[in-house]
């Protein structure tokens, strides 16, 4: 069965520290992708990435960093240099491949929730 | 940018009362999904459909009913609102295929008293 575990379910830092938001997953399938999305106050989920199981490349954009493990069945999320815009509830996600190869519906970790302080 | 739409954003609401949560996209998606959210964050997947006329209940039973009857309009209807029913309810859409991103709307915060 799937599942993704975010363990931190929230998180406290001055602004200007780094932080390294943890997803773990389960899936037996080879074939999968994982997600990034970050709900501010407002309430719509925003996505930030997404990664197929066949792409093993860390990704970088601006402060944000992704690293996607196989080994561990993990895929962090680290923010370099926090700001308070940051401050969010960030979710990662799961959808394994159906028949024919079309995504099945995505599976959502619990949520972590990020406070940026200044 | 994404171009999902839900109205109303805020419902205060009786209970007994019909409502009914629109859910509206112009990206001429296929999918598209209902989530409720508790307050404590957790997302449950509620209602899918894959196209016009396809409606699946998802992994959280609810007492909703959804329908389909043109691909860019996915409205949410509860018959008989109840307290229980006080939730985040958001709608996503997205495209066919491989791996595309779901695209979320700003969702509908229903309370009921």
């Known amino acids: 069965a799937q599942k993704v575990t975010q363990a931190q379910t929230e998180i406290s830092v001055v602004e200007k520290e780094d932080v390294t938001l943890d997803c773990v997953y389960e899936t037996r399938d080879t074939t999968y992708y994982l997600f990034w999305y970050k709900q501010p106050p407002s309430g719509e989920l925003v996505f930030l990435i997404r990664?197929?199981?066949?792409?093993?490349q860390n990704e970088i954009s601006g402060r944000y960093s992704w690293n996607f493990q196989k080994s561990t069945s993990s895929f962090n999320f680290t923010i370099t240099a926090s700001q308070v815009v940051d401050s969010a509830v960030y979710f990662c996600?799961?959808?394994?491949?159906?028949?024919?190869?079309?995504?099945?519906?995505?599976?959502f970790g619990k949520g972590t929730k990020l406070s940026v302080k200044p | 940018e994404a171009d999902i739409y839900q109205t109303p954003r805020y419902l205060v609401i009786g209970t007994g009362k019909k409502i009914t949560l629109e859910c509206s996209q112009t990206m001429g998606h296929d999918k598209m999904y209902w989530y409720q959210q508790d307050p404590g964050m957790e997302l449950h997947l509620i209602h899918y459909s894959y196209g016009v006329n396809s409606t699946e209940k998802g992994d959280l039973s609810s007492e909703s009913t959804v329908s389909r009857i043109r691909t860019e309009h996915f409205p949410l209807t509860l018959e008989s609102a109840r307290p229980s029913h006080t939730s985040q309810y958001l709608c996503a859409s997205e495209g066919q295929g491989y791996g595309f991103e779901q695209y979320f709307g700003p969702g509908t915060r229903l309370t009921v008293t």
């Open positions: 990664r197929n199981s066949f792409d093993e």
């Open positions: 996600a799961l959808s394994e491949a159906k028949d024919g190869g079309s995504q099945g519906n995505l599976i």
